[in-house]
């Protein structure tokens, strides 16, 4: 087996607000091992990026509360004081952002701005961090990187840009990549190019990957696991397979309808999952997807825990409709309307 | 860069033209504005008035006698009407008192402003940052003239307590520096306070702003020390704005822009040979010291725009 890399254990974050206490993150937990992909998904708010920022703790703050265990080879790094975790930060974990526009600071060379970050974590001068720059921005497939390491940010395109990140986030040699929707804000082909290169460098740098985003699409190709995050919580989870042909929870095919895709029948339009997801300072009773699921019944009253509630070990959801009766249903949502037709 | 500030050039000169025109209007407009009059004196027939006219060449037509102050100025002729004395060795005169007054103050100012404001930054919301705010819009909120009174009365002796400091006046530095030190200090804090509470204010919440950008998050992100990210992020960022206030601040307080501190103070510089001129209605040193001071607001407006250039590679001088 694989070594375990990160044990994340029953992890909560909630934020004092002036309108009260914001529970972002309200329980999950997840494993993931040398080599793996790991998948959040999940609509703006549902707690996917406060978790990722959370493992690197960059929410840490006077106003934010954290319970449960981020354990990184064993050491708890929501335990580690703010000095101990630099140590963490861009040398075991590694990161990238949204937004690779505003990412990198617009007025230091893409190469500086690498440099800094090797030698931060590492005892060498500076030509060889320099040298080690250029290579990792070669690695990442940026053209003629002996003279663009001279470049300031402005000079880039986004999706060099994008790449320049991941250069800086490996720089170190880090255990575990996170990537915070690094696809969000770039052009559909660049978005394939991106998950191509995080999957490629994720075997040459032997790391683990936690892929975030809120198109499933985006990570069909790469993830080993994928969990899908609803107002704070984890409402299904299980392997690429599990999810992409079994999905469970109403919310998950939501999102999968919500996917254009070319093997299916034509549908007159995207599917798109009603009204707004909730408020986390009040959440509403229950199972929290109920005020929008069409499927909703009486049982929904109560919130259903994560569970196993189909054949395949590992695969858990938090619903409590009948598992045949959804695999009736599901289709129309995922496929659209003219899947009947079909 | 080279066309850039090539045309920057030309339209400095234009500014003060346009500035010298507009001073010269302004004299002639307000009342008791008429040289020749008031050279005459109190006693003075016709004719003593159209002799001082024709000699002054105030007989002449408006744009003629404009046109040609400014030509005496630029030859280093032209004379007060008050005194006498020539206009630009006056102003030559005044440059010492007036440049060590600037550097001074401004080398305080800048430093203090950028120390409190980034203290009160990163104690936003504490104790430390509520004391410096209040602080700081008292000293934006004293002026200068009672403040400066303020410190002649308790520290230079004029209520009878020890003299810590001497009361006015200017000691050339090439004379001795130490004493030149010691008469300046006091002008030098009192031309500061003001701005070190106005820079601490503006600097504290650029500061602010820039903490929540995503290079910042990306600097720790990459696990920087608190100090290097504070220091190489987040500052930098936020003292881009500084630069324009404090070229524009400085260029003002060079030009002479310190009439109050000046005068306060008995430092005969460029600031106050302006005061002087202002309450004898000296139309020619008026002039002179107001080019004077333009000439220092459009330079460093250029310098400004130049160092933005070198601060922030997105910008391109066209």
Redesign the interface.
């Known amino acids: 087996m694989a070594e375990r890399l990160l044990e994340v254990n029953d992890l909560k974050v909630s934020f004092a607000t002036e309108d009260g206490i914001v529970q972002a993150v309200s329980g999950i937990s997840f494993g993931l091992e040398r080599g793996k992909v790991l998948g959040i998904v999940g609509e703006s708010g549902s707690g996917k990026s406060v978790t990722a920022m959370t493992l690197?703790g960059?929410t840490r703050g006077v106003n934010a509360r954290f319970e449960g265990e981020v354990l990184y080879k064993g050491t708890d790094l929501l335990k580690v004081s703010?000095a101990e975790l630099?140590?963490?930060?861009?040398?075991e974990l590694?990161?990238i952002?949204q937004?690779p526009m505003?990412?990198?600071?617009?007025?230091y060379r893409i190469g500086d701005q690498i440099v800094?970050?090797i030698q931060?974590?590492e005892k060498v001068d500076k030509r060889t961090a320099r040298s080690r720059a250029i290579e990792l921005l070669r690695q990442v497939g940026i053209p003629n990187p002996d003279a663009r390491v001279e470049n300031?940010p402005?000079e880039f395109s986004g999706g060099m840009r994008q790449r320049a990140?991941i250069a800086?986030?490996l720089s170190?040699n880090p255990s575990i990549l996170i990537a915070d929707e690094p696809t969000t804000a770039l052009d559909v082909t660049i978005q394939a190019q991106i998950v191509d290169l995080v999957s490629r460098l994720k075997d040459d740098f032997d790391s683990a990957v936690i892929f975030i985003t809120h198109d499933l699409g985006v990570i069909a190709e790469i993830a080993d696991e994928i969990i899908v995050m609803y107002a704070g919580r984890v409402v299904e989870r299980g392997s690429k397979r599990d999810v992409f042909y079994d999905p469970q929870m109403p919310y998950t095919w939501g999102l999968l309808g919500s996917i254009p895709r070319l093997d299916r029948p034509k549908a007159e339009r995207l599917h798109t999952i009603e009204g707004m997801p909730p408020s986390l300072i009040n959440l509403p009773e229950g199972c929290k997807f109920r005020p929008r699921c069409p499927h909703a019944f009486e049982k929904c009253q109560q919130e259903p825990a994560l569970e196993n509630r189909v054949e395949a070990p590992g695969h858990l959801d938090r619903c409590w409709l009948d598992v045949e009766f959804k695999r009736g249903r599901r289709d129309e949502t995922i496929s659209g309307g003219s899947a009947e037709a079909a | 860069m080279i066309p850039f500030i090539i045309r920057r050039l030309f339209g400095m000169l234009l500014v003060l033209l346009a500035v010298s025109f507009i001073v010269y209007l302004i004299f002639i407009v307000i009342p008791g504005g008429d040289p020749a009059i008031r050279i005459a004196g109190r006693t003075a027939t016709a004719a003593n008035i159209v002799a001082i006219k024709q000699k002054l060449g105030l007989d002449q037509n408006f744009i003629v006698q404009w046109w040609d102050m400014l030509k005496q100025l630029f030859t280093g002729q032209l004379i007060s009407y008050y005194d006498g004395t020539n206009v630009v060795q006056q102003i030559k005169a005044g440059l010492p008192v007036t440049f060590s007054l600037a550097v001074g103050a401004g080398i305080i100012w800048l430093g203090f402003g950028i120390l409190v404001g980034t203290i009160a930054a990163v104690t936003a919301g504490r104790t430390t940052d509520r004391l410096i705010t209040a602080a700081a819009l008292i000293g934006i909120s004293m002026p200068v003239a009672w403040l400066g009174l303020l410190f002649r009365y308790f520290l230079s002796g004029e209520k009878g307590w020890p003299a810590l400091f001497p009361d006015g006046g200017y000691v050339p530095l090439t004379q001795n520096p130490a004493q030149w030190f010691y008469h300046l200090l006091l002008p030098w804090f009192t031309l500061a306070i003001l701005f070190i509470g106005f820079y601490g204010r503006v600097l504290r919440s650029n500061v602010l702003d820039t903490i929540n950008?995503?290079?910042v998050?990306?600097?720790?992100?990459?696990?920087?020390?608190?100090t290097?990210i504070l220091v190489?992020?987040t500052l930098?960022?936020s003292l881009i704005p500084i630069v324009t206030l404090f070229g524009l601040d400085f260029a003002a307080v060079l030009g002479g822009g310190a009439i109050i501190t000046e005068t306060v103070y008995s430092l005969h510089g460029v600031g106050w040979y302006a005061a002087q001129s202002i309450q004898t209605q000296d139309l020619p040193p008026l002039m002179g010291v107001t080019l004077y001071g333009a000439m220092f607001i459009v330079v460093f407006s250029l310098l400004v725009d130049i160092a933005y250039a070198f601060?922030?590679?997105?910008i391109r001088l066209t």
């Open positions: 690197m960059l703010d630099q140590n963490y930060r861009g040398n590694g990161m952002f937004d505003t990412s990198l600071n617009p007025v800094e970050g931060a974590h300031y402005h990140m800086m986030a170190c | 950008e995503d290079f998050r990306t600097a720790k992100a990459k696990g920087l020390t608190p290097r190489k992020h930098r960022a601060l922030d590679p997105r």
